[in-house]
């Protein structure tokens, strides 16, 4: 299984940093979790964000 930092995140989906970090905090994102102060993704949860917001013409709900 593979990772991403919020900032690999963020440049994947080319948004902001904080943007990521604000939609962590209103659960929006896609499941993350952390690692000491680390937050990481799963590439597959990644990948499940983003075919969710194309099936609803970008929008994803939390």
Known sequence: MEF????????TLRTADDTVRYWRHVGK?????????RVLYAVEDVEAFIAEARAN????SP
Do not use: H, I, N
């Open 29 to 37: 994102g896609p499941k993350s979790f952390k690692v000491g102060r």
């Open 4 to 11: 991403m930092t919020t900032e690999e995140l963020a440049a």
């Open 57 to 60: 013409d970008g929008q994803v």
